[in-house]
């Protein structure tokens, strides 16, 4: 009850007013029952700086108190250790909400600097991370699955469906009023279940609280009521599965975009997926190199560096390097941090060992992508569970008016439109099995390299470790065989 020594050798003045001794010795308690008490009433205590100092350092809390944003907009808040790194946090989320396969999931953060999203390391301390308080993250997909559909259990699926909504909704993927109707459907059926007549009556009015696109005209409702009339006895399992059948199908479905401009200065935007890297440009796709193709991803500074295998194995000094510039340090480290992730999971057998400290200056950036891959994750004994029951979240949280006061609004690259959108996916259509091939990065054709690239001098990789900064070699891949 009484402060210690060490508080009277701070304070020795006996002689003190009153009102002074009173507030040490409210601050004090305060300190063990009431933090946020205790800091207004430092605050306001005329203390000299020395004796701040010491207050400071006995009322500093211990724990971080982190917010949870989960996919259905819902908030929780845990405490967690003041050194906690972040996959402590990311395994009490996944525990919590019971999920089996968060080897696709991860959380993300606001970048304080430039504004955007950043995933959070999960060998690194949060406080490290994030500097200031509050500490807010986002439970999101960060890598998408080729073939959805082969996920295990209906709350990893579910959780699928809700990330594809919202990427929907933000305009992150694109596609035609029709596709959308489609989709719309399947969401309808998962939640209303079958279309009744006396229950639901004529026309489309039933739908009015649902949002399935940005900016989503009148007549798109009555499109969703026509399928959705359609998918009488569809479980809502089944119903989110062909949910997630046809969005994989969409151009931009798990391309992870960044805006760039190429060696001319003309804006490009990168994207990457499970598949390789993409290259738009005026609302096009002028490039793709899968993952095979890829010798290395540098980067230095603003520039970004893409090194492509030759055509012939026996020409290997005429691989091809494309450059290009992106707006920041940050922008540029934070899109090459996505590429390496994004090959490590998709195309090994297991994850590389983070480099180690040998004692000595080092150059090149020391992140390696540290969580299981997709083959580990697909022979994990985890999902070897009991089905667990879970409450699928209303649409009524999917407003436009919720989107845009709980999830941060981002400032959507422009991303292109291809004609393969305008085909509506038939509902009714049973897909024969696909070949593995079909759900896996393949060897795709790359396409023809654009005019103003052909210019771009042909370099050799540096192989000595001390020259190659901040790169990536993607040595000891595996071919989709293989996988």
């Known amino acids: 009850p009484n402060p210690p020594k060490t508080v009277k050798r701070f304070f020795p003045d006996q002689n003190a007013t009153e009102p002074k001794q009173i507030e040490i010795e409210a601050f004090w308690r305060g300190v063990g029952s009431n933090l946020l008490d205790a800091v207004e009433l430092y605050l306001s205590c005329p203390f000299t700086s020395k004796q701040r100092t010491f207050c400071t350092k006995m009322g500093r809390s211990s724990t971080l108190q982190c917010e949870v944003q989960l996919l259905d907009d819902q908030s929780t808040i845990l405490d967690l250790d003041k050194n906690a790194k972040g ?50 993250f986002y439970f999101a997909v960060k890598f998408y699955p080729p073939n959805p559909t082969a996920l295990v259990e209906d709350i990893t699926r579910y959780l699928m469906v809700l990330q594809l909504r919202e990427d929907l909704l933000k305009g992150r993927i694109q596609c035609s009023i029709p596709i959308h109707a489609l989709l719309g ?17 004529d026309g489309a009015g039933y739908l009015s609280e649902f949002k399935f696109c940005p900016k989503q005209p009148d007549e798109m409702l009555q499109k969703v009521h026509q399928f959705h009339a359609k998918h009488r006895g569809m479980t809502p399992e089944d119903a989110e599965l062909q949910y997630l059948d046809n969005a994989r199908k969409l151009p931009l479905y798990g391309i992870d975009l960044h805006q760039a401009a190429d060696a001319e200065g003309q804006p490009v935007i990168i994207g990457v997926s499970a598949w390789g890297i993409h290259i738009f440009h005026n609302n096009r796709l002028i490039n793709k190199f899968v993952w095979p193709k890829i010798v290395k991803i540098a980067f230095k500074k603003k520039k970004f560096t893409l090194t492509i295998r030759a055509a012939s194995e026996s020409d290997y000094y005429a691989a091809t390097v494309l450059s290009f510039k992106l707006g920041s340090l940050r922008a540029t480290k934070r899109l090459w941090k996505v590429g390496v992730e994004h090959h490590s999971f998709f195309r090994l057998s297991q994850a590389d060992l983070p480099p180690k400290d040998v004692g000595f200056i080092k150059l090149g950036s020391k992140f390696r992508y540290s969580g299981r891959t997709q083959h580990q994750a697909r022979h994990s004994q985890e999902i070897l569970r009991n089905p667990r029951d879970f409450e699928r979240v209303s649409s009524k949280r999917f407003s436009s008016k919720v989107l845009d006061g709980n999830r941060r609004t981002e400032d959507i690259p422009e991303v292109p439109l291809q004609e393969e959108e305008e085909k509506v996916f038939d509902e009714e259509k049973k897909d024969d099995e696909k070949p593995a091939e079909s759900t896996e990065p393949g060897e795709a054709p790359v396409a023809t390299m654009r005019k103003q690239n052909e210019d771009l001098s042909r370099e050799i990789p540096f192989l000595t470790p001390f020259r190659n900064v901040n790169s990536q070699h993607f040595t000891g891949t595996y071919t989709n065989d293989e996988l």
Not at 118 to 136: G, S, T, V
């Open 185 to 201: 459907s399947f969401v309808v059926q998962a939640e209303v279940g079958d279309y009744d007549h006396d229950e639901h009556g």
């Open 87 to 136: 996959l402590v946090l990311f395994d009490k989320i996944c525990e919590k909400i019971e999920v089996a396969e968060k080897d696709y999931f991860g959380l993300r953060y606001i970048d304080e600097k430039d504004g955007q999203y950043n995933w959070l390391d999960p060998l690194r301390p949060i406080k490290k991370q994030l500097k200031h308080e509050p500490y807010h």
